[in-house]
């Protein structure tokens, strides 16, 4: 097992939501936090987590970032890909410009901070990352392809980035977590359509669906805080963890064995579109 008295962790994201859940779990369970915010003066109730202020979108402040918590603690252990941003809207209708913006947060983003820690990492030959990508990505939802399309990407980079860094004794792990009390369905880009567009009554039926689940199904967030300290204690971690609802889940499975027109078909009733 992990001495987790050692551990220097390092998660994007901390301020609110999984990022807040497994922040505060890991850091009374003996672990060194740290988490960074776009406004980390904003929130309060950290005590023993450092929250730094850093945008991971920035593309500049990542190695100042990692260089800070080095200076510190010497090293990081893990670094938990956390950070990330909602979307949803008919593709026709979506502003490039957006869904660049959502790639930016939900993966390139991530690469940043990734190469950023990769050098010390190395160095100690050893270490651990973890990508919270979400179960959005393998069910293909209508009217969140980018949304999708972002947690999906961090899900076949984690898979391939295990296989490059397995010589370094560097671990990578994808968590697919589905709907948790997190208020990323508020937060997100969510297009406003007009009342003339021709997506306007099926967009209308997926949002007040989407919106019903959050609020019916939605799960506590420290769910994925605990899967969390159970793979950062676990010797031998696997790639790929699916969490949350039973139906979420066994949607994976169903689409795997079901033919894909059928499964769609059911993914459109389900959402009433």
Same mark, same amino acid.
């Given at each position: 097992l992990f001495i987790l008295m050692k551990k220097i962790v390092l998660i994007s994201g901390a301020s609110t939501g999984?990022?807040?859940?497994i922040s505060k779990l890991l850091s009374s369970n003996g672990l060194r936090v740290y988490g960074t915010s776009r406004n980390?003066? *904003?929130?309060?109730?950290?005590?023993?987590?450092?929250?730094? &202020?850093? +945008?991971?979108?920035?593309?500049?402040?990542?190695?100042?970032?990692? +260089?800070?918590?080095?200076?510190?603690?010497?090293?990081?252990?893990?670094?938990i890909n956390n950070?990330?941003?909602?979307f949803?809207?008919?593709?026709?209708?979506?502003?490039?410009?957006?869904?660049? &913006?959502?790639?930016?947060?939900?993966?390139?983003?991530?690469?940043d901070l990734i190469q950023a820690v990769l050098p010390s990492m190395r160095k100690n030959k050893g270490g651990l990352i973890i990508n919270v990508t979400s179960i959005a990505g393998y069910n293909n939802i209508p009217f969140g392809s980018i949304y999708c399309a972002s947690k999906y990407s961090m899900e076949c980079l984690g898979a391939s980035l295990n296989m490059e860094l397995k010589d370094f004794g560097i671990r990578v792990v994808n968590i697919a977590p589905g709907d948790y009390k997190t208020k990323i369905f508020d937060k997100r880009i969510k297009l406003?359509? *007009?009342? *003339?567009?021709v997506y306007y009554q099926k967009y209308k039926?997926?949002?007040e669906v989407s919106k019903y689940n959050m609020d019916t199904r939605?799960?506590?967030?420290?769910?994925?805080?605990?899967?969390?300290?159970?793979?950062?204690?676990?010797? *031998?971690?696997g790639i790929h963890y699916k969490i949350g609802h039973f139906l979420q889940k066994f949607s994976i499975s169903l689409k795997k064995i079901l033919?894909?027109?059928?499964?769609? &078909?059911?993914?459109?009733?389900?959402y009433k579109i």
């Open positions: 999984f990022g807040r859940s980390p003066d *904003n929130y309060s109730d950290f005590e023993g987590i450092e929250l730094l &202020k850093y +945008d991971l979108t920035s593309f500049k402040d990542s190695k100042k970032l990692i +260089d800070k918590v080095l200076t510190i603690e010497g090293k990081i252990d893990i670094l950070a990330g941003s909602g949803a809207g008919p593709i026709e209708e979506m502003v490039i410009k957006d869904a660049k &913006k959502l790639f930016d947060t939900n993966f390139f983003g991530h690469i406003e359509l *007009n009342t *003339n567009s039926k997926f949002t939605s799960r506590d967030p420290i769910e994925v805080a605990k899967l969390v300290l159970k793979i950062i204690n676990s010797r *031998n971690p033919p894909e027109k059928l499964y769609q &078909k059911l993914m459109m009733d389900h």
